[in-house]
């Protein structure tokens, strides 16, 4: 079963960085794409970015809110996704969730697993 | 920046049938995704490809496509049912990833 848990969520000063850690399993993590949604209390869900395999390249797509300030990063011998998040601003306070993307052929963008997410709170 | 638009809400009564639509102008080109949000929950794939429905979800659910316009649609609602439902796609050169703004179904 494919399983994803999230950490490294908590409290932060605006200015402030966090690390996010995304671990994955019941899945051969290195050849998947994976991303980070977004969802601040009582809104909808917003993309924060998608990395790709080394295979396919390793490249990230972020969102404009975070580009410039958020990292996507992988360790595949760890089984396990990063979001390094910087310059953190009151508005990027939401739960941070990670996802598999395209598992399904042609879903470049289809976040097929989740996991049960990590909030993030910035506030001084 | 590309959006997808959803109404914000809908009501039905247990047993009604619920249609909950998403529009955009790349819709014709990029598949779409559906996800079920129960409260304090992460979301859950109900509907991927446009009309693929998982293992697991049942049968009431089912997707369908026209133009630019995709829906999801619910048979036979049941109280369980009752979430937020958000279609999620891609812009029309597949760039990025965008989420409709959300649906709350209420089964009243």
């Known amino acids: 079963e494919e399983k994803l848990l999230e950490s490294g969520g908590g409290l932060v000063k605006p200015g402030g960085s966090l690390r996010l850690s995304c671990v994955a399993s019941g899945f051969t993590f290195r050849s998947t794409w994976m991303g980070w949604v977004r969802q601040a209390p009582g809104k909808g869900l917003e993309w924060v970015g998608r990395l790709k395999s080394e295979h396919d390249g390793g490249t990230v797509d972020y969102a404009a809110p975070v580009k410039g300030r958020f990292i996507m990063s992988r360790d595949d011998s760890k089984n396990t996704l990063y979001l390094q998040m910087d310059s953190l601003k009151t508005e990027d306070t939401a739960t941070y969730y990670c996802?598999?993307?395209?598992?399904?052929?042609?879903?470049?963008?289809?976040?097929?697993?989740w996991g049960q997410g990590t909030t993030v709170t910035v506030s001084s | 920046s590309y959006e997808l638009t959803q109404p914000p809400s809908l009501s039905v009564s247990p047993g009604q049938t619920a249609r909950i639509t998403c529009s955009g102008e790349?819709?014709?080109?990029?598949?779409v995704y559906w996800y079920q949000q129960k409260a304090g929950q992460a979301p859950l794939v109900v509907i991927y490809?446009?009309?693929e429905r998982p293992s697991g979800i049942p049968e009431r659910f089912s997707g369908s496509s026209s133009g630019t316009m995709v829906t999801l649609t619910i048979s036979g609602v049941q109280a369980e049912d009752e979430a937020d439902y958000y279609c999620?796609?891609?812009?029309?050169?597949?760039?990025?990833?965008?989420f409709g703004g959300g649906t709350k179904l209420a089964v009243l």
């Open positions: 790349a819709l014709p080109k990029q598949y």
């Open positions: 996802a598999t993307v395209g598992l399904v052929e042609g879903t470049e963008w289809g976040l097929d697993v």
């Open positions: 490809k446009d009309t």
């Open positions: 999620q796609s891609a812009d029309i050169d597949g760039t990025m990833g965008v």
